[in-house]
């Protein structure tokens, strides 16, 4: 009896042993915070960006002060010319907001622009990534800093070091 239970404990034992998967933890954040070009294209990026924005900005008060003239000179109109300024002023916004759409929009100029200068940043990282995992046989990479919650990850699981040797980047 003694001899089956052992048996059992043992086959039961190296099951789980046999399921056990090989993990690792890496920040691509603190990654790509370490790769130069990739600081540049956020820096490129953040510059075009405020450029976009400051642009937008000053169009949005030409707008509000086209309203405010015409909420000043509207008794003095004619109803052919409060229509006419009205309709000046909702093409004007309706321009604004197209512009912002264009820039800032889904699959805008600041999208098209990122997929141009990040991407293939973070497709390098991620080959490289992939090769380290196929290398020291992972079962599974987990990035702590894109949005999957951990609630305690021992920090020598930490691989983003390792990563940064591999593509050539010392701390």
């Known amino acids: 009896m003694k001899k089956i239970l052992a048996v059992l404990v043992l086959v039961v034992a190296v099951s789980f042993q046999a399921d056990a998967q090989r993990f690792c933890i890496i920040d691509s954040k603190y990654i790509l915070d370490k790769i130069t070009e990739y600081k540049d294209a956020q820096t490129k990026l953040d510059a075009m960006s405020d450029t976009w924005q400051k642009e937008i ?19 003095m109109l004619s109803e052919d010319a409060r229509k006419k300024r009205e309709d000046e ?28 200068l990040i991407k293939p940043i973070q497709d390098k990282v991620y080959d490289a990534v992939q090769d380290y995992a196929k290398s020291r046989a992972y079962d599974a990479v987990f990035d702590k800093a894109g949005g999957v919650t951990l609630f ?12 940064l040797k591999l593509l050539g980047i010392n701390k």
């Open 57 to 75: 900005d000053n169009q949005m008060m030409d707008v509000d002060r086209m309203y405010k003239t015409y909420q000043a000179e509207r008794a």
């Open 89 to 116: 002023i909702v093409k004007k916004e309706k321009a604004v907001k197209d512009l912002q759409k264009q820039r800032f929009g889904y699959e805008g100029d600041l999208f098209k622009e990122r997929q141009k």
């Open 152 to 163: 305690y990850a021992d920090p020598k699981l930490d691989k983003s070091d390792d990563v």
